[in-house]
């Protein structure tokens, strides 16, 4: 491979590591579009875009665990359903046009978005009877403070991460964008745990993707290796950022990243954009 080219790729590895780490978005948004412009066929870019979105995981998830970030248990309980959803949403969408599930899911992170800028953050403090079930901490390094906070409506957010894995099946752009706001706002889960449990989240996603695709020789290798290299090393520096931010902060850029990931969906859904 051209050396510059392999340099190219980590740089674009780069840049959407530090996203994924920042906000728990995956770098799909960011790989796909890129690659597709590279030339490479479509199942080729999805395939390399979740081998980089594996490797920003990874990194940033050994940070977020490590520091009592990211909330495994609450990972795993709702990636459960977010999987259960994803088969069904694939369902689904052989029954729909592609654009109205591109205008749905806009819907749906535009109001998202509005609502993390609008309602302050909520942080329910563990009650007596939590029992450690759903009580937990972590040390925020940007204020030098503990964070407990008790997770709230938990069957509920898992009913909701089902339409948040149907939406990200359907319409091929990571559950992030909706699963960080779920969390947020309705399971009052604070936002520097959200973002960090949604990056965890998201590599066991793409991982069974990326097997599938890896089986049927769809990876280039080489590709693969130039953004996962780039995606891990961005995550490290996202991991390092994330931790010194205030989270009130956090909360709105958040917002204006998906503002802006919404409007590409819908530029694509009026076929302004076409990436294929």
Same mark, same amino acid.
């Given at each position: 491979?051209?050396?510059?080219?392999?340099?190219?790729?980590?740089?674009?590895?780069?840049?959407?590591?530090?996203?994924?780490?920042?906000? @728990?978005?995956?770098? !799909?948004?960011?790989?796909?579009?890129?690659?597709?412009?590279?030339?490479?066929?479509?199942?080729?870019?999805?395939?390399? $875009?979740?081998?980089?979105?594996?490797? +920003?995981?990874?990194?940033? $998830?050994?940070?977020? #665990?490590?520091?009592?970030?990211?909330?495994?248990?609450?990972?795993?309980? =709702?990636?459960?359903?977010?999987?259960? @959803?994803?088969?069904?949403?694939?369902?689904?969408?052989?029954?729909?046009?592609?654009?109205? =599930?591109?205008?749905?899911?806009?819907?749906? &992170? /535009?109001? %998202?978005?509005?609502?993390?800028?609008?309602?302050?953050?909520?942080?329910?403090?563990?009650?007596?009877?939590?029992? !450690?079930?759903?009580? *937990?901490?972590?040390?925020?390094?940007?204020?030098?403070?503990? #964070?407990?906070?008790?997770?709230?409506?938990?069957?509920?957010?898992?009913?909701?991460?089902?339409?948040?894995?149907?939406?990200? %099946?359907?319409?091929?752009?990571?559950?992030?964008? &909706?699963?960080?706001? =779920?969390?947020?706002?309705?399971?009052?889960?604070?936002?520097?745990?959200?973002?960090?449990?949604?990056?965890?989240?998201?590599?066991?996603?793409?991982?069974?993707?990326?097997?599938? /695709? *890896?089986?049927? +020789?769809?990876?280039?290798?080489?590709?693969?290796? !130039?953004?996962?290299? @780039?995606? *891990?090393?961005?995550?490290?520096?996202?991991?390092? &950022?994330?931790?010194?931010?205030?989270?009130?902060?956090?909360?709105?850029?958040?917002?204006?990243? #998906?503002? &802006?990931?919404?409007?590409?969906?819908?530029?694509?859904?009026?076929?302004?954009?076409?990436?294929?």
């Amino acid at each position: 491979m051209d050396p510059l080219l392999l340099v190219l790729l980590m740089v674009i590895g780069l840049g959407a590591g530090i996203l994924g780490a920042l906000f @728990g978005l995956g770098g !799909g948004i960011i790989f796909v579009p890129v690659l597709l412009l590279m030339g490479l066929e479509p199942t080729e870019a999805v395939a390399i $875009s979740l081998i980089g979105i594996i490797a +920003g995981s990874v990194g940033a $998830s050994t940070v977020y #665990v490590d520091k009592g970030l990211s909330n495994v248990r609450l990972g795993l309980l =709702l990636e459960i359903t977010t999987a259960t @959803g994803a088969i069904i949403g694939a369902i689904v969408a052989t029954y729909l046009e592609e654009w109205v =599930l591109m205008v749905i899911f806009a819907i749906i &992170v /535009y109001f %998202s978005g509005y609502r993390m800028i609008r309602s302050p953050e909520t942080i329910v403090h563990p009650s007596e009877d939590a029992r !450690g079930r759903y009580a *937990f901490s972590y040390r925020d390094e940007a204020s030098g403070e503990d #964070v407990s906070y008790e997770l709230q409506h938990v069957r509920g957010g898992m009913a909701l991460c089902t339409v948040a894995g149907m939406i990200s %099946s359907m319409t091929g752009v990571g559950g992030g964008m &909706v699963k960080v706001p =779920l969390m947020n706002l309705y399971m009052h889960v604070p936002m520097k745990t959200a973002s960090a449990t949604s990056s965890y989240m998201i590599g066991i996603t793409a991982f069974s993707g990326a097997i599938t /695709y *890896f089986l049927g +020789g769809q990876v280039l290798l080489e590709f693969a290796a !130039g953004i996962a290299i @780039g995606a *891990f090393l961005g995550s490290l520096a996202g991991t390092v &950022v994330t931790r010194r931010i205030n989270a009130r902060h956090l909360r709105k850029y958040f917002s204006v990243v #998906v503002f &802006v990931m919404a409007t590409i969906v819908l530029l694509q859904a009026a076929g302004v954009l076409r990436w294929s």
